[in-house]
Protein backbone atom coordinates (compact mmCIF):
# COMPACT_ATOMS: atom_id res chain seq x y z
CA UNK A 1 0.00 0.00 0.00
CA UNK A 2 1.19 3.69 -0.87
CA UNK A 3 0.44 6.20 1.84
CA UNK A 4 0.50 9.58 0.35
CA UNK A 5 0.29 12.87 3.18
CA UNK A 6 0.36 15.86 2.12
CA UNK A 7 -0.40 18.06 5.79
CA UNK A 8 2.22 19.15 7.82
CA UNK A 9 3.01 16.73 10.86
CA UNK A 10 3.39 20.11 13.25
CA UNK A 11 -0.06 21.20 12.35
CA UNK A 12 -1.84 17.91 11.81
CA UNK A 13 -1.80 14.38 13.08
CA UNK A 14 -1.90 12.78 9.75
CA UNK A 15 1.45 11.21 9.66
CA UNK A 16 1.52 10.07 13.16
CA UNK A 17 -1.99 8.20 12.38
CA UNK A 18 -0.37 6.62 9.47
CA UNK A 19 2.63 5.92 11.35
CA UNK A 20 0.59 3.80 13.65
CA UNK A 21 -1.28 1.88 11.53
CA UNK A 22 1.25 1.15 8.99
CA UNK A 23 2.09 -2.02 7.79
CA UNK A 24 5.72 -3.95 7.21
CA UNK A 25 6.47 -3.36 3.26
CA UNK A 26 4.48 -0.33 2.73
CA UNK A 27 5.56 2.87 1.21
CA UNK A 28 4.67 6.66 2.44
CA UNK A 29 4.76 9.53 -0.10
CA UNK A 30 4.69 12.74 1.44
CA UNK A 31 3.65 15.98 -0.69
CA UNK A 32 2.97 19.36 -0.20
CA UNK A 33 3.66 20.26 3.62
CA UNK A 34 3.89 16.75 4.38
CA UNK A 35 7.49 16.98 3.01
CA UNK A 36 7.92 18.57 6.31
CA UNK A 37 7.48 15.01 7.98
CA UNK A 38 10.75 14.21 5.76
CA UNK A 39 13.22 17.08 7.95
CA UNK A 40 16.33 15.98 9.89
CA UNK A 41 15.89 17.04 13.23
CA UNK A 42 12.36 18.00 14.03
CA UNK A 43 9.76 16.72 17.13
CA UNK A 44 9.02 14.20 14.12
CA UNK A 45 12.08 12.84 12.55
CA UNK A 46 12.88 9.68 15.57
CA UNK A 47 9.64 8.18 14.48
CA UNK A 48 10.26 8.61 10.68
CA UNK A 49 13.17 7.20 11.07
CA UNK A 50 12.26 4.42 13.37
CA UNK A 51 9.32 3.47 10.86
CA UNK A 52 11.77 3.57 7.77
CA UNK A 53 13.35 0.08 9.43
CA UNK A 54 10.59 -1.30 7.65
CA UNK A 55 8.71 1.16 5.34
CA UNK A 56 10.14 3.00 2.60
CA UNK A 57 9.49 6.86 2.11
CA UNK A 58 9.48 9.15 -0.48
CA UNK A 59 9.21 12.91 -0.80
CA UNK A 60 8.18 14.99 -3.61
CA UNK A 61 11.49 16.87 -5.21
CA UNK A 62 9.47 19.93 -6.31
CA UNK A 63 8.03 20.74 -2.66
CA UNK A 64 10.70 20.20 -0.88
CA UNK A 65 12.15 23.07 -3.01
CA UNK A 66 9.15 25.30 -2.81
CA UNK A 67 9.33 25.11 0.94
CA UNK A 68 13.14 25.75 0.80
CA UNK A 69 14.00 22.38 2.88
CA UNK A 70 15.94 20.16 0.06
CA UNK A 71 19.00 20.65 2.00
CA UNK A 72 17.51 19.57 5.24
CA UNK A 73 16.04 15.82 3.99
CA UNK A 74 16.38 13.15 6.36
CA UNK A 75 19.02 10.66 5.03
CA UNK A 76 17.34 7.97 3.85
CA UNK A 77 14.36 9.23 2.54
CA UNK A 78 14.21 9.08 -1.72
CA UNK A 79 13.31 12.16 -3.28
CA UNK A 80 11.09 11.70 -6.48
CA UNK A 81 9.95 13.92 -9.54
CA UNK A 82 5.77 13.81 -10.34
CA UNK A 83 7.23 10.76 -13.16
CA UNK A 84 8.67 8.97 -9.91
CA UNK A 85 5.13 10.25 -8.08
CA UNK A 86 2.95 8.50 -11.23
CA UNK A 87 5.54 5.06 -11.10
CA UNK A 88 5.16 4.99 -7.04
CA UNK A 89 1.22 4.96 -7.70
CA UNK A 90 0.93 2.52 -10.41
CA UNK A 91 3.54 -0.09 -8.84
CA UNK A 92 1.21 0.06 -5.85
CA UNK A 93 -2.53 -1.95 -5.87
CA UNK A 94 -3.77 0.37 -2.98
CA UNK A 95 -2.98 4.28 -2.54
CA UNK A 96 -4.27 6.10 0.90
CA UNK A 97 -4.37 9.34 1.06
CA UNK A 98 -4.16 10.55 4.75
CA UNK A 99 -5.99 14.34 5.25
Known amino acids: M ?15 SCLRTIKEGASVLLIED ?5 LEGTA ?11 V ?3 ALQSDLETRGVSDKLMKGIE ?8 DLTADHDLVQSWL
Do not use: Q, T, W
Request: aromatic share 12%; with cysteine.
Open 34 to 38: GVLGA
Open 44 to 54: VSGKVREAMEN
Open 56 to 58: KFY
Open 79 to 86: CIDFGGFV
Open 2 to 16: LHVINKSPFERNSLA
